[in-house]
C-alpha cells in the first residue's frame, strides 16, 4: 500500500468508536461514491458520521460550508473529492482529505492529505477511498459504488485493469446509467444532493438506481428530465471567439455550463472553451473552462488574473477542466483579459 494511502488508513484506524466525524463531500459521482465507501468504513468500526452536502454553489470550504461543519462541533473532519488549499478552515480539528484536484497555493497544512494528484495514472477520489477502505475491512457489500467514481470522472477503467472484474459484473452501462441518474440531482435546479446520496446508499447495484421505482429514483429522474430539457436550450447558444478561445454565455438555474464547455471543447479541440452561466446563482457568474489542448488552464486563469482584485473564486479543479464563480464585473474583466471585444462582453452583461 502506498504510502499516501496508509496515512489515510492510519487516520480513520485511530478514529475512536462513537467518535464526532463529519464527512464533507463533492457533489458528483466520485464524490457521492467516495463519501459513500467512507461513511461505510466508519460504521464498521463503530462510528456514525455526520454527512455534509454543500448547498447549490458552495463547496467544502466556503464560508457556509465551515460554518454548517463547525456546528456539528466535530471530532474528526474527512473531505472527499472537495479539493483543497494550502490554507485549512478547519483547524485544529484533525482532519483528513481524500482528493485527486490541483492543490490551490500547494499541500495544505495540519492535515492527512491523501492526494493522487501528479501520478500517473491519478486514482479519483472513491478509488483512493476504496483503496483505504479495503484494507480496513471487507468492501465486497458495496464493491461496486467505487465503479461510479471512477466511469463517472474517467469515463472507463481502463487504466486500473484491477476493476475489471467488477465491471463484468455490474456492467459500464449500468454504471454509465446510474452516474447519469446522480449527477443530474447536482446539476438540477434544486441541486438536491441529499437524494442522490439516499438513493445511492439504499441501493445494493447499479442496475437498483437505474431501474429502482422508489420516490427517490422517480425524484432523480425528474431531476434529469429537467437538466436535459435545459441542456437543449444551452446547446443552441452562439459561441464567441477571440484568438485561441471561444466563450458561451448561458441563463440556466441549472448547472450546465460544465457539460456545454466539454461539449464545446471536443468541437473546437485547438481552443479553450469557457462556458459561462449567468442565472445559476443570483447576483454571480459560475464559469467552466475546458480545453484538448495541452494548456494548463490552472496557471492560464491564474497568470491572466495574477495582478487583478478578483470578486469570487476560480482555478480549482483539473489542469484542463477548471471554473470558478465571480461577481458580474470580475467576469468582465476576465473576459477583456481573454481578449474578448466590448461587443461581445455586452452579450455577458
Known amino acids: 500500500m502506498d504510502d499516501i494511502f496508509r496515512q489515510g488508513k492510519e487516520f480513520i484506524e485511530g478514529i475512536k468508536p462513537g467518535s464526532r466525524v463529519v464527512v464533507i463531500m463533492d457533489t458528483d459521482a466520485d464524490g457521492l461514491a467516495g463519501a459513500r465507501i467512507v461513511e461505510y468504513v466508519l460504521e464498521r468500526r463503530g462510528i456514525q458520521p455526520v454527512l455534509i452536502f454543500p448547498g447549490k454553489g458552495e463547496w467544502a470550504y466556503s464560508e457556509q460550508t465551515i460554518k454548517s461543519v463547525r456546528s456539528v462541533e466535530p471530532e474528526y473532519i474527512i473531505a472527499v473529492d472537495t479539493g483543497s488549499s494550502v490554507q485549512n478552515p478547519y483547524a485544529p480539528i484533525p482532519t483528513l482529505v481524500i482528493d485527486h484536484h490541483y492543490p490551490l497555493g500547494g499541500k495544505p497544512r495540519d492535515i492527512v492529505f491523501c492526494s493522487s494528484y501528479g501520478r500517473k495514472p491519478v486514482e479519483t477520489a472513491s478509488l483512493i477511498s476504496y483503496l483505504i477502505g479495503k484494507e480496513i475491512t471487507?468492501?465486497?457489500?458495496?464493491?461496486?459504488?467505487?465503479l461510479l467514481?471512477?466511469?463517472?470522472?474517467?469515463?472507463?477503467t481502463k487504466e486500473f485493469p484491477f476493476l475489471e472484474p467488477l465491471v463484468k459484473k455490474y456492467t459500464k452501462t449500468q454504471v454509465r446509467k446510474a452516474v447519469g441518474l446522480l449527477n443530474s440531482?447536482?446539476?438540477a435546479?434544486?441541486?438536491?444532493?441529499?437524494?442522490?446520496?439516499?438513493?445511492?446508499?439504499?441501493?445494493?447495484?447499479?442496475?437498483?438506481?437505474?431501474e429502482g421505482r422508489s420516490p427517490l429514483i422517480e425524484k432523480l429522474r425528474q431531476y434529469k428530465d429537467e437538466l436535459q430539457s435545459e441542456l437543449e436550450k444551452a446547446r443552441?447558444?452562439?459561441?464567441?471567439?477571440?484568438?485561441?478561445?471561444?466563450?458561451?454565455?448561458?441563463?440556466?438555474?441549472?448547472?450546465?455550463?460544465g457539460i456545454i464547455a466539454s461539449i464545446w471543447a471536443n468541437k473546437f479541440p485547438k481552443y479553450r472553451?469557457?462556458?459561462?452561466?449567468?442565472?445559476?446563482?443570483?447576483?454571480?457568474?459560475?464559469f467552466n473552462l475546458?480545453?484538448?489542448?495541452?494548456?494548463?488552464?490552472?496557471?492560464?486563469?491564474?497568470?491572466?488574473?495574477?495582478?487583478?482584485?478578483i470578486e469570487g473564486s476560480y482555478g480549482y479543479g483539473h489542469n484542463k477542466a477548471t471554473g470558478g464563480r465571480m461577481s458580474p464585473e470580475s467576469f468582465i474583466l476576465l473576459l477583456k483579459k481573454m481578449g474578448f471585444s466590448e461587443e461581445v462582453v455586452k452579450k455577458f452583461e
Open 138 to 146: 471487507d468492501l465486497t457489500p458495496i464493491e461496486w459504488v467505487v
Open 149 to 156: 467514481g471512477v466511469i463517472g470522472d474517467l469515463g472507463d
Open 185 to 187: 440531482a447536482r446539476r
Open 189 to 210: 435546479s434544486s441541486c438536491d444532493v441529499s437524494t442522490a446520496y439516499q438513493a445511492l446508499r439504499e441501493a445494493s447495484s447499479p442496475r437498483d438506481i437505474v
Open 236 to 257: 443552441r447558444s452562439r459561441p464567441f471567439f477571440a484568438g485561441e478561445n471561444v466563450a458561451v454565455c448561458l441563463d440556466s438555474g441549472c448547472l450546465v455550463q
Open 273 to 286: 472553451c469557457l462556458a459561462a452561466n449567468k442565472g445559476y446563482l443570483p447576483g454571480e457568474i459560475v
Open 290 to 309: 475546458r480545453t484538448r489542448r495541452q494548456d494548463n488552464l490552472i496557471d492560464y486563469l491564474h497568470n491572466l488574473l495574477k495582478d487583478c482584485k
